[in-house]
């Protein structure tokens, strides 16, 4: 029986399809969007994981995703409870206080295939297209490694890939992102940077891989500090990146520091499709697979999508994490949409009224972390409000907010130029600008005097302790 920690994708396929939580479809499914329609009704009704073994048009192929699209199955990944995941995994951040680096082997399942990048061609990987007005498709699962040429630091990533040629894609890497910062020291030496996609790994992996490390820290090195032990990887055939030895598909390649390729349209997180823009061309080296390897999928376009899902709980678990270092307040941190663009943060209602402003302070605190680039919108709330439910952050928000005194807003701030209520960058200047934006935070907290009186008389509520009863007896009333 498998179990936590899993160390590759077919030890994750094995663990879900004995708890019944994944279904194998037989059925014959096309590539041209029936895949990523499957995929968001999935995330859409928090269904089971799936593996589709008739593709058409792809004999022997098997497609899996959607593993990781509820917080249930995300808890499962990480081998903890989901009650209280994110302060768990606080507690294990800290007292790691760093990552562990992971355990270099010498081979691994991920090299039993070698082909040569002249002798490859990109066309025979069953690639999904995800958006109705993609062409080519885009890899969607894509983690790309890439190497910092004077520290070594490895900087790893879910990014898009679209196809361009039977051995070529391309790559978005943003200015302000950790893998933009390096790829632009690539470009000051005017060499082609090293990189390796990896297509298909265990569940941790990609969740590692959303996280939004600080500066010189492989999101890789969380894999050990998560399981307990070190991941196990290997050398590229290459390069002297490390990527997992259990991968099921290794692209290795060379992006070109000054060569760019016509990119787009891509269905992004915000919802919209991207612009079309010139973006850095990968040339494939060599590719390493497993043995009649599974390819991953991950449907991203207008949310829910399995890709927001992930997003949103590492990004949660780091805005929580770096916030409380200067707000140790801070009791929960939930995004509400759009990779962050909206989040909902609770505070100590205690603390709060002993210390006006406490709520400004953590909204402040926040955006200005690491983490908190991109969030735009933040909801503060009392910590008896649970910021993973939408009704009850919505419902603070109509009855502890006014709009003439609760709000606050930051102009000129950092951004991300993927989002469409952003000043549009357009082709003329492509995605080499930073973005840019403005940030606002709505205390939804109840009030200090004068201003509290209707709050005095309580909260409209059954009883505490039929509450609870409900809950254990819950599945005996027949639900």
Known sequence: MAQYPFTSLRDWIEFLEEKDLLVRNNVEVDLNGEIAAISRKICATDSKAVIHNNVRGYPGWKIYSDGLTTRARQAMALGMPEQGLLQTLEKKLVAAQKGMKPKLVKTGPCKEVKIDGKDFDLTKLPVPFTGEFESPPYITAGISNVKDPD?????????????????KTCNLMLPLMHEGVIFSKWIEKKKPCPIAIVIGADPLY????????????????????????????????????????????????????????????????????????????????????????????????????????????????????????????????????SWSFTTAASIKKSARQKRPGLAKKAGMAMKFTQAGQIVKNLFIVDDDVNVHNIDEVLWAFCVKFQPGRDITIVTDTMGVNLDPS????????????PGHSSFAIYDCTEKMPPYDEGYKRGRALPPKEMMDKVLANWEKYGF
């Open 206 to 337: 990609y969740l590692c891989s959303q996280m939004p490390a600080p500066d010189q820290m492989d999101e890789q090195d969380y894999w050990g500090v998560f399981a307990g032990q070190p991941l196990e990887v290997v050398k590229c055939e290459t390069s002297d990146i490390v990527v997992p030895a259990n991968a099921e598909i290794v692209i290795e390649g060379l992006i070109d520091p000054e060569k760019r390729v016509f990119e787009g349209p891509f269905s992004e997180f915000p919802g919209f499709y991207s612009g079309c823009n010139y973006l850095p061309m990968v040339d494939i080296q060599v590719v390493t697979t497993r043995k009649d390897p599974y390819y991953q999928y991950l449907y991203m376009g207008a949310p829910p999508t399995e890709g927001h899902r992930m997003g949103d709980l590492m990004f949660e678990i780091e805005l929580y994490r770096q916030t409380r270092v200067n707000v140790p307040e801070l009791t929960d941190v939930g995004i509400m949409s």
């Open 422 to 433: 952003e000043q549009w960058m357009g082709g003329a200047l492509g995605f080499n600008q």
């Open 151 to 167: 520290t070594g630091w490895q900087n790893t990533g879910i990014r898009r890939f679209q196809l361009k040629d039977k051995n």
